[in-house]
């Protein structure tokens, strides 16, 4: 399977800083963005740690695990790269955890995060979630979310589907119920994704889909064409 790549992190129009990070490991086929809360500055460790334990875990691993302890037992339900790129994720909890209750100048700190990693069949791709931010698929002319927010909204329609539209604008959309650092274990969300030639996958914060809609990012990756890194910058 080849593969492009590329990133951007921009602090936009409504911070006065940029709390975001990325990573591209293309020699393990890992991708991963996160976007850091806490303030103070806070938020942009907690990115960072988020995006650089979790390539240090795949620098110190291969597929099986040998190198470090895991953090978690395997799950029989995933696939030895799934469990991998869940574990990867839960020890970056952890190493996020274990700083913000040492260090008071971070205390609190957190970040949502997702990644992406090309399991070796070459056909498929998993994602690991917590939090808002997302990973899409675009295939020729439509954009598919393939995660699902950790927002208060969507715990909310997971045990009442039915809410009426007004009940719904009633609950903030933007308070998340899932995020790296904020407790000692952390539930990660997994999935996977068949791959067909010309596939785009896009990962994100939602400094990104919370400013564009769907169909906007839509239209700038069409009109980008296989240039990635120009729908990175547009």
Not at 51 to 71: K, L, Q, R
Not at 111 to 128: H, Y
């Amino acid at each position: 399977m080849n593969f492009t790549a590329a990133g951007l992190s921009d602090v936009g129009l409504q911070r006065e800083h940029n709390e975001d990070s990325y990573s591209i490991l293309s020699e393990h086929r890992l991708f991963v963005v996160a976007d850091g809360m806490g303030g103070h500055r806070a938020g942009d460790v907690a990115s960072r740690m988020a995006t650089s334990e979790m390539a240090a875990y795949f620098d110190a691993t291969n597929a099986d695990g040998a190198g470090v302890e895991w953090p978690t037992e395997n799950d029989a339900a995933m696939t030895p790269d799934q469990s991998r790129l869940v574990s990867a994720m839960k020890l970056a909890n952890q190493r996020i955890f274990q700083t913000s209750i040492r260090n008071r100048s971070v205390q609190g700190m957190g970040t949502t995060v997702v990644g992406a990693l090309f399991n070796r069949d070459e056909r498929t791709i998993s994602f690991a979630h917590v939090g808002d931010s997302r990973a899409y698929r675009v295939r020729r002319d439509d954009i598919t979310q393939l995660t699902r927010d950790h927002s208060l909204l969507n715990d909310y329609l997971l045990v009442m589907p039915n809410l009426s539209d007004a009940q719904k604008e009633r609950l903030p959309s933007n308070v998340i119920t899932r995020a790296l650092g904020m407790q000692q274990a952390v539930a990660v969300d997994v999935s996977a994704a068949n791959v067909e030639p010309g596939d785009l996958f896009l990962l994100c914060s939602d400094g990104l889909n919370g400013m564009v809609g769907d169909e906007r990012i839509l239209q700038i990756i069409r009109k980008s064409g296989p240039d990635v890194e120009t729908a990175a910058k547009a």
